[in-house]
C-alpha cells in the first residue's frame, strides 16, 4: 500500500473514532411527533406524580389510577385517580400514547394547563412537572415518614369498581371488611360502596388505598359511603372512622 493509501485510512480511522466519541457525548435526543410536527427533544422526561397512564374508554383521554405520593405535582393541582385527561399544556389528548408522548417532550419545570373529566364535568387546573428524581424522592417522603401508614381495614383484592345507583357516580364497592379493624368498628359493611374519603372523591381502587395509606393512623377521617340493596334506593352515609397504623 502507497503512503499516500495509508495517510488516507488513517484519516478515516480518525474521523470515525471521533463521530463515534461525539455520539457517546451528545445528550439524549429523541424525537416525539406532537399535535402534527416533530420536535427534537434534548431533555429529560417529565413526570407529574402519578402511577401510570392508561387509555380511558372510548378514547375519551389518558387517565391514572391513582396519584403516587403527596406533594407531586398531580396532587397540589388536585387531580385524583380515574380524572380523564382531555388536553394537555394545549394538546388534545385521545389515549396514553399522546400523554406519554408529551410527556417527553415537555421540559422538566414547565407549569402548563391540564383539561380533564370527572364524573363527566369538564374541569381545569395547571401544573408544574418534575425530574424523575423529584418524583421518586417524593415517593421516599411520603413511604418513610414518621407518622406511618394508615389502615383502614380491608382487601384491596376484595374491592370493585362499581356504578353507584341512581347516580352518574363509580365508587368502590368493599366485598370484604376485616373484623375488628377500623373500618369495622366504626360500621363500614360488606357492600357499601365507598364515594369519598377524608373529603375527597373515590372513584378508584388505586386512589382509595393511597387516601387510606396517607391518612395519619388514629387520626379520625370521614367516609362517606352509599348503602343498599339492588332494587331499592341507595342511602348516603358519612360515617366518621378512627384510623388505625399498619
Known amino acids: 500500500m502507497s503512503g499516500m493509501a495509508w495517510v488516507f485510512v488513517a484519516l478515516l480511522v ?13 445528550p439524549r435526543r429523541a424525537a416525539v411527533r406532537v399535535g402534527g410536527f416533530t420536535p427534537v427533544i434534548n431533555h429529560p422526561k417529565s413526570f407529574v406524580g402519578v402511577d ?12 391514572f389510577n391513582s396519584v403516587s405520593a403527596p406533594d407531586t405535582p398531580a396532587d397540589k393541582a388536585g387531580l385524583i385517580g380515574g380524572d380523564i385527561i382531555t388536553k394537555f399544556d394545549g394538546h388534545d389528548i385521545h389515549d396514553e400514547d399522546a400523554i406519554t408522548e408529551l410527556m417527553e417532550a415537555t ?8 383539561e380533564y373529566l370527572r364524573d363527566g364535568e369538564k374541569k381545569t387546573t395547571k401544573l408544574t412537572t418534575i425530574a424523575n428524581d423529584e418524583n421518586r424522592r417524593l415517593r421516599s417522603v411520603f413511604d418513610k415518614r414518621p407518622e406511618g401508614i394508615g389502615r383502614f381495614g380491608y382487601e384491596q383484592d376484595d374491592a370493585e369498581v362499581v356504578d ?18 377500623p373500618a369495622d368498628m366504626a360500621g363500614i359493611k360488606k357492600g357499601d360502596i365507598v364515594v369519598e374519603f377524608d373529603k375527597i372523591p373515590i372513584r378508584t ?3 382509595l388505598l393511597m387516601r387510606v395509606r396517607r ?11 352509599m348503602r343498599g340493596e339492588e332494587g331499592k334506593p341507595f342511602e348516603k352515609i358519612e360515617i366518621p372512622v378512627k384510623m388505625g397504623k399498619q
Open 52 to 63: 401510570g397512564f392508561e387509555d380511558a374508554d372510548d378514547n375519551a383521554g389518558a387517565t
Open 164 to 181: 353507584v345507583p341512581g347516580t352518574k357516580l363509580k365508587g368502590v364497592r368493599l366485598d370484604s371488611v376485616d373484623s375488628s379493624m
Open 107 to 114: 421540559p422538566i419545570g414547565k407549569t402548563v394547563e391540564v
Open 14 to 26: 480518525f474521523f470515525v473514532g471521533a463521530a463515534a466519541f461525539t455520539a457517546v457525548l451528545k
Open 215 to 225: 391518612a395519619i393512623p388514629y387520626s379520625t377521617v370521614n367516609v362517606v359511603i
Open 205 to 207: 381502587k388505586g386512589e
